[in-house]
């Protein structure tokens, strides 16, 4: 079991990484259809397919990875949160559509605090001497 949980931790180390890529895309994306493109369609179509599958696949290897509890609940904040984020343009209120770029400032942040958390860490080395 214990080979299982090595290999979801690495997937879990790639599939945050890959995420927080998806991220900056959809960045991207929106600064596309902010600046000239006809249509936010690939920042819709790259968001919930892209971003919000990567999401869950960070909150799955999180859990077979069995990561301490902390992590395993920004896990699920990052899947919790890019659910919303899908959901949030299509707020009739304005207000709260206009959440939408803060949360995915939060998801990044909440990614990035993941990935520093997972990270593996190096091997000791041990000190040499001085002559």
């Known amino acids: ?3 299982v949980r090595r290999y979801a931790r690495w ?10 890529l ?11 259809g902010i600046f000239g ?5 690939l920042h819709e179509d790259l968001g919930f397919t ?5 999401s869950i696949l960070v909150f799955l290897a999180a859990l077979v990875a069995w990561v301490e509890l902390k992590s395993l609940a920004i896990a699920f904040l990052i899947g919790a949160l890019t659910t919303v984020q899908v959901a949030l343009p299509e707020v009739d209120n304005r207000w709260i559509a206009g959440l939408h770029p803060v ?5 990044f942040l909440l990614a ?3 990935l520093w958390r997972v990270r593996p ?11």
Do not use: E
């Not at 949360?103 to 998801?107: E, F, S």
């Open 103 to 107: 949360n995915a400032l939060l998801i």
């Open 1 to 3: 079991m214990t080979s």
């Open 112 to 114: 990035l605090l993941l």
């Open 37 to 41: 493109a006809t249509s936010f369609d």
């Open 11 to 20: 997937a879990l180390i790639l599939f945050t990484g890959l995420f927080l």
């Open 50 to 54: 892209l971003t919000h599958g990567l």
């Open 121 to 131: 860490i190096p091997a000791s080395r041990p000190v040499s001497p001085s002559a």
């Open 22 to 32: 998806a991220v900056v895309v959809q960045i991207l994306t929106a600064g596309f």
